[in-house]
């Protein structure tokens, strides 16, 4: 199967998003079909093309939020390109420009399209807002992702119930909706598949010992995140538990803001921020923990979850739809209602050794379940189901008319 997948953001850029692309890249491959990617170009303002790797990147102009730029609806400079893919299914991972073009091509040119709904938009909208008209914004939000992902598609995708409740219990959409959660290369992240050295060496850098219990959060440094809670409850813990140490690896808009609250509590020594760290760098990062710790609500997954059960980490996750499926209470994290009851569930793996090893071996073994292989065939499904409840056009009903009047 010849395949386009149309995104906003790729590599270099680094987000839970395009882990998801390049694994389902990768899978697919592995499986035997040929997968081409159009994306924006986030360090160039010129149409490159990775002949190697299959990926077009379309100039456009920076944005302002993070690294993304936004490119023109339709590209004319890149049509040709595609055109000679002779695509027969385009995967849309985005709703913005580059999720547009993907929809004008796929209509133009007749070709059956699967969009994958992955970002909680409410979440996102005082990003723009500032505060003002959020309510007539989110239901901007609403009409905007109804459209994209109801009216101009053949096929939806989304990773959780969560997803799926919001289309069909607050959007009232009618369509078939798929939930395929999305799943990592899980190896990657095994702990016997990393450098001892290195590990060695990043403990050293960090200023870990072996007495330290360390809890880790990997992701975008941002107000949605809800970082300021896991600060609060390491400043509650340390008061019983010194040893105790928070790592939040990862950059965003609010890292400033919040390394400013760490200091003003003088909490330096017990919460440390790594900044930006490469995709293939990651594995490293999670084998200095002991646990995985989240308090975001703003998911529609979590991919850092399953990395981090893939990393033998217990995941401790603020009790959301979009956990409850992946974490299960004393067999693989805990999830927890609030910063009370995440403290306590800490001190109770700090001070349970042989709990916390049981915890990690399931976590580790539930991580299984969310490979890339399994991954790969679910979204191959939707692909068959999409190409053949298509419709074919007007050029395409003349070239079948040709070819069975010539054969």
Request: aromatic share 12%; proline share 3%.
């Amino acid at each position: 199967m010849r395949i386009g997948i149309f995104t906003e953001t790729y590599t270099p850029y680094i987000s839970g998003l395009v882990t998801s692309e390049l694994m389902l890249k990768n899978a697919l491959e592995k499986k035997g079909h040929t997968v081409y990617v159009v994306t924006a170009n986030l360090t160039s303002s010129k149409y490159e093309y990775d002949e190697k790797e299959r990926v077009l990147r379309i100039p456009g102009i920076p944005t302002g939020i993070y690294d993304s730029r936004l490119t023109s609806i339709y590209p004319i400079k890149a049509i040709n390109k595609i055109k000679s893919w002779d695509l027969e299914v385009i995967h849309s991972q985005t709703e913005f420009a580059i999720g547009t073009f993907a929809r004008l091509f796929a209509k133009q040119y007749n070709i059956p399209i699967v969009h994958t709904y992955h970002t909680m938009y409410e979440d996102y909208v005082h990003y723009i807002t500032k505060g003002h008209f959020d309510k007539s914004s989110k239901k901007l939000v609403e009409y905007l992702t109804k459209f994209y992902c109801d009216k101009t598609i053949n096929e939806l995708i989304v990773p959780t119930k969560k997803a799926y409740d919001l289309f069909k219990e607050k959007y009232n959409v009618k369509r078939n909706i798929h939930i395929v959660p999305t799943g990592i290369e899980v190896e990657r992240f095994y702990k016997e598949k990393i450098d001892i050295k290195k590990i060695r060496e990043l403990k050293k850098k960090y200023n870990f010992s072996k007495r330290d219990f360390i809890a880790i959060f990997v992701g975008r440094i941002a107000e949605e995140k809800n970082v300021p809670f896991l600060i609060e409850v390491t400043e509650n813990i340390i008061k019983e538990k010194p040893n105790f140490k928070l790592l939040i690896i990862g950059d965003g808009p609010d890292k400033e803001n919040y390394e400013n609250m760490v200091k003003e509590r003088n909490l330096e020594k017990n919460i440390i921020f790594t900044g930006k760290v490469a995709w293939e760098a990651i594995p490293i990062y999670y084998q200095l923990g002991d646990v995985f710790v989240s308090a975001s609500q703003s998911e529609t997954q979590g991919l850092t979850i399953i990395e981090a059960m893939a990393a033998s980490l217990p995941a401790l996750c603020i009790d959301d739809e979009s956990f409850r499926n992946t974490v299960i209470d004393d067999l693989n994290g805990y999830l927890f209602k609030d910063k009370k009851e995440c403290k306590e569930i800490i001190l109770k793996l700090m001070n349970d050794k042989k709990l916390l090893e049981n915890i990690q071996i399931g976590a580790r073994n539930s991580a299984e379940m969310h490979s890339s292989k399994y991954f790969a065939e679910k979204v191959l499904d939707v692909y068959k189901l999409a190409i053949n409840n298509h419709k074919p056009g007007y050029r395409e009903k003349i070239t079948n008319f040709i070819r069975k009047v010539f054969s």
